[in-house]
């Protein structure tokens, strides 16, 4: 029982210190895929689309 207790601390802690770093999806896609609206953006949704449906527009 102890040793839950310690590896819960421990994972609590490594929890926020992640915690701290975590941004928001839109963020993250435009850092990866550049803004909404731009030619690399829309090739990215494009490409999301035809992997997610399997359905090529």
Known sequence: MK???IAYGNYHD???KTANK???ISAELDS???KEGTPE???FREEAYVY???NPR
């Open 14 to 16: 490594d929890f926020m």
């Open 52 to 54: 997610c449906s399997g």
């Open 22 to 24: 975590i941004r928001s």
């Open 3 to 5: 040793r839950d207790i």
């Open 32 to 34: 990866l895929y550049g």
């Open 41 to 43: 953006r829309a090739a």
